[in-house]
């Protein structure tokens, strides 16, 4: 990809992070219909499997599926917003960079090194961003940290309820709704800090990057 330049890149970022922002407000509020419609589900109101054909059913599996689609889409457009705000760094030629743009989003889609190696790269974005030294080893802040174990824990218990959930006995039923109503609260909690996060981070490079650029 063409280096766009630091001050063009920050209008860049400052663009993506307003859609990325909406992005996970969309989470936020599909993930709390997903969250009703679990504990309505769990509670013996809905009944998809033993009452497929009803309104209340089909709105369920809408919502569901509205879900998988949201969250895709959130994941691709702040995909987009992380390349770009570690890009920035890079065209600034800040030095001791780790983490390349590619890499920054590419580790989240490698097994096993997707459980650290994307918080590694978030916490360098961070610091950096920040003008924070040992960008890439020091601490994170709380806010980083508690968005990355909620994505985890998340994510986690979505895998094990749509395990559980594909098979037909009752109880497998029960405990995938219980670990489904978990992964959305956490879904809710990560999108949530993400949302402090790219404020955070573009508010920063805005006030870093762009103004160093300047007076260069």
């Not at 508010?203 to 160093?212: G, I, R, Y």
Request: net charge negative; with cysteine.
């Amino acid at each position: 990809m063409q280096a766009e330049g630091v001050v063009p890149g920050i209008g860049t970022l400052q663009q993506r992070a307003s859609i990325a922002i909406y992005a996970s407000y969309a989470v936020i509020g599909i993930f709390v219909l997903a969250l009703l419609c679990e504990v309505l589900e769990l509670a013996g109101v809905i009944d998809p499997f033993g009452d497929p054909d009803s309104l209340v059913t089909m709105v369920y599996m809408v919502i569901m599926i509205s879900t998988t689609l949201v969250f895709v889409v959130s994941v691709i457009v702040v995909a987009m917003w992380i390349h770009r705000a570690h890009a920035n760094l890079h065209e600034a030629g800040l030095p001791g960079l780790e983490t390349s743009p590619g890499w920054a989003v590419g580790w989240f889609f490698v097994p096993i090194a997707n459980l650290f190696k994307p918080f590694q790269a978030m916490r360098e974005l961070w610091h950096e961003s920040h003008q924070s030294a040992d960008s890439f080893s020091s601490d994170a802040p709380g806010t980083l940290t508690l968005w990355w174990g909620l994505w985890i824990v998340g994510n986690i218990l979505g895998n094990i309820s749509m395990r559980l959930g594909m098979a037909a006995d009752a109880g497998n039923l029960q405990v995938a709704t219980i670990l489904g109503i978990g992964s959305s609260i956490c879904t809710i909690g990560a999108a949530w800090q993400l949302i402090q996060i790219i404020t955070a981070i573009t508010a920063a490079q805005l006030d870093t990057l762009e103004a160093s650029a300047i007076f260069e």
